[in-house]
């Protein structure tokens, strides 16, 4: 460590300690790192004043003092010293990133001091700028429609608020501009009630792009109960079962599908709707009610656009009730009748696998070779693999042998590529070193506006400022996607500054001859934390790092559509049953996001996934996936002593393929990195 650092520093002055030191002796960068983590904790008089020696032009951070300072100046309603470094930082810092943040300073001072007309003039130039970014946009919006509300200007205040709801239903202020939109309705009920049936859905409809799904649910329900007819009620019933579906209410959802369907044959939702009610019943194992359902779509919406997938969904459920002449003949009118079907290629590939596991190894050989040959590359190579196996059945060893080689040289290292070694007796690839040291290589030409962001990132990334250096990064990535050269250099800048995530985005988009390309793609990111954990569990540490590559992309912030958070993308309620588990308090959304939090919890849920499944990677990985409520089902009714076959006809294609990634993930690891660790 380097006690003499700027770090080292900051983190003294945090703890009290008064620098002897002076103030000549200290670089801008040492005041400015201190003057940072000072302000960062509340600390705002002693950052202030080792700020102000951070303003030199000739500091690559002075437009960050300046900002700061500005901030500073504003919570201490000093509104002269609060504006002059908001224009200094403008005046001097025209790229800055802060440039948008310092007008919108400015205009809060404006707003402070009562000067709302050079205020409004302001705000209008602001949400003009097609530079600034949505977050600057959406606070302006919500000062002008206050600050309209405040000139007594309502009508204008609310069609702002309005504006604000529709374009960013999910901003931190749409909360601010929903209860502003109430308050003048109560205030103003001549002007803003919801006083038309049309009126009360069009604000159903923004409530449940908010996600105020109970508030919009009582509204459609309301609406529903006055009896209406015609376009209107089916518009409610639509509407109403989609937030059912959004927040998995599915069975509320399903008299409102079948409504839909029953009583508006004609409309385009109701094939849809059918569909959908049938689709609910296949997902809950409901098989022989759906099969009747999927049996309604063909018979009564012969043209919809549903046919295919009631074909494919037919096919899957005959299949599970041993009907096997049913399902061939329903998997095998997806490719006829459908050829430009989504679901052609899945159709072919558990018409193989009927085959396959009926022992019919010439059907099955040519139903794999005939799937291998498709423009479908997701199924390309597990087709020819599996079109081998058949052919290892025939005792046609050669045609096998040909097939297996064919996968093993074929360009990117895929799942299938091990496997076809293993049926070959090869030895796995030789793990070859790799650095894991980051290369420094000169900068190719570069525009001043890129260096300048470029510059501030590298000072921002020395002092271990990693957020800001990332928004600095993608200001350079933003102004140079057509500069080739400057790829590989922001690559490794990303990984410095921990975004492991866009470091490997950019990796996979360079060619091979990349230096040390795979060190992005497949990064020992939290390394230190991760081996310790696995060490504490037994668990392999490479395969918590390939699970997570899979997961989030080492993006510590990653939030899924279902709501799973950071970087092994926990569910609030299996964080809080694990963490019970071991004796820890349950985590807050936001702990979710640290990373020792999150992998805490994370490597214990893979440690008990490990041991419910006896250690059977395939099964763990799987439930990781998918829940273990799916896959103790699978075991039920995928029998087979074979793991391979067992993954391959995992019924979810979304579980299917991220068992193979992940298992894949997990041999390029070994083979990066075994020797170093």
Do not use: C
């Not at 003499?4 to 002055?13: D, E, K, R, V």
């Not at 608020?161 to 103003?188: C, F, H, M, V």
């Not at 899957?316 to 049913?326: K, P, Q, S, T, V």
């Not at 490597?603 to 099964?619: A, G, I």
Request: aromatic share 10%; hydrophobic share 40%; proline share 5%.
């Amino acid at each position: 460590m380097n006690l003499s650092g700027p770090i080292f520093l900051a983190a003294l002055l945090f703890f009290g300690w008064t620098p002897r030191i002076p103030a000549q002796e200290l670089s801008p960068k040492e005041f400015f790192s201190s003057g940072y983590a000072l302000h960062t904790t509340g600390k705002s008089a002693r950052a202030k004043e080792l700020l102000q020696k951070a303003v030199d032009p000739k500091f690559t951070l002075a437009d960050y003092s300046l900002r700061y300072l500005s901030a500073i100046a504003f919570g201490e309603k000093n509104w002269d010293q609060a504006r002059s470094y908001a224009l200094q930082l403008r005046q001097q810092y025209p790229q800055s990133l802060w440039y948008a943040q310092a007008e919108l300073q400015l205009i809060k001072i404006d707003l402070a001091e009562k000067k709302h007309r050079q205020a409004l003039a302001s705000l209008r130039a602001l949400r003009a700028n097609k530079n600034a970014k949505n977050e600057i946009l959406q606070e302006a919006l919500l000062l002008e429609a206050q600050l309209q509300d405040n000139l007594g200007e309502p009508q204008q205040a609310f069609a702002l608020y309005r504006d604000l709801r529709a374009g960013y239903p999910n901003s931190r202020w749409t909360d601010a501009a929903r209860r502003e939109q109430s308050r003048l309705r109560e205030r103003y009920p001549e002007q803003f009630a919801l006083s038309t049936p049309t009126a009360i859905a069009d604000e159903a409809d923004r409530l449940a792009r908010e996600a105020q799904h109970g508030e919009a649910e009582n509204l459609y329900k309301r609406l529903l109960a006055n009896n209406p007819d015609g376009e209107f009620r089916l518009r409610l019933l639509v509407k109403l079962a989609a937030l059912y579906m959004s927040i998995v209410k599915r069975n509320e959802a399903i008299p409102l599908l079948e409504q839909i369907a029953r009583d508006y044959p004609e409309a385009a939702e109701a094939p849809r709707a059918l569909y959908q009610a049938a689709q609910i019943l296949w997902n809950r194992h409901d098989n022989a009610q759906a099969l009747e359902y999927f049996k309604a779509v063909i018979d009564r919406f012969p043209k919809s656009s549903y046919i295919d997938r009631a074909h494919f969904a037919l096919g899957d459920i005959y299949e599970y009730f041993g009907n096997r002449e049913l399902a061939i003949q329903y998997y095998t009118s997806v490719p006829k009748q459908f050829p430009k079907s989504n679901l052609r290629s899945d159709a072919l590939w558990r018409l193989a696998w009927l085959y396959y596991r009926a022992a019919d190894w010439p059907q099955a050989q040519t139903t794999f070779a005939s799937l291998s040959q498709t423009g479908d590359s997701s199924f390309r190579t597990a087709a020819l693999y599996w079109q081998a196996r058949s052919a290892e059945k025939l005792n046609d060893q050669e045609t096998a042998r040909q097939l297996h080689r064919r996968i093993i040289n074929g360009g990117e290292e895929s799942y299938y590529q091990a496997l076809s070694q293993q049926r070959l007796g090869l030895p796995p690839s030789e793990a070859r070193a790799i650095s894991t040291s980051t290369t420094m290589e000169a900068d190719p030409p570069i525009t001043p506006e890129v260096n300048f962001h470029f510059n501030r990132a590298r000072e921002l990334l020395s002092l271990s400022l990693h957020r800001l250096a990332v928004a600095e990064l993608d200001e350079v990535e933003r102004l140079s996607r057509k500069h080739a050269r400057l790829r590989p250099v922001l690559m490794r800048e990303y990984f410095r500054g921990q975004a492991y995530g866009r470091s490997l985005t950019i990796a996979n988009q360079l060619p091979g001859s990349v230096e040390d390309r795979d060190r992005f793609r497949f990064p020992l990111a939290y390394w230190s934390a991760i081996q310790k954990k696995a060490q504490e569990r037994e668990i392999d540490p490479f395969l918590v790092l390939s699970l997570i590559r899979q997961e989030s992309l080492f993006d510590a912030r990653a939030r899924s559509p279902v709501f799973a958070l950071g970087l092994m993308q926990l569910l609030p309620s299996t964080a809080a049953r694990v963490a019970k588990e071991i004796g820890l308090e349950p985590p807050s959304n936001e702990k979710l996001f640290e990373p020792e939090t999150n992998l805490t919890l994370g490597m214990q849920y893979l440690r008990d996934l490990l041991q419910r499944y006896s250690n059977n990677w395939y099964k763990a990985i799987a439930a990781y996936n998918a829940g273990e409520g799916a896959v103790d089902r699978w075991e039920r009714e995928i029998v087979t002593d074979d793991i391979e076959e067992f993954v391959e006809r995992i019924p979810y294609i979304e579980t299917r393929g991220y068992v193979k990634l992940v298992m894949r993930n997990h041999r390029i690891y070994k083979k990066l990195y075994k020797k170093n660790s």
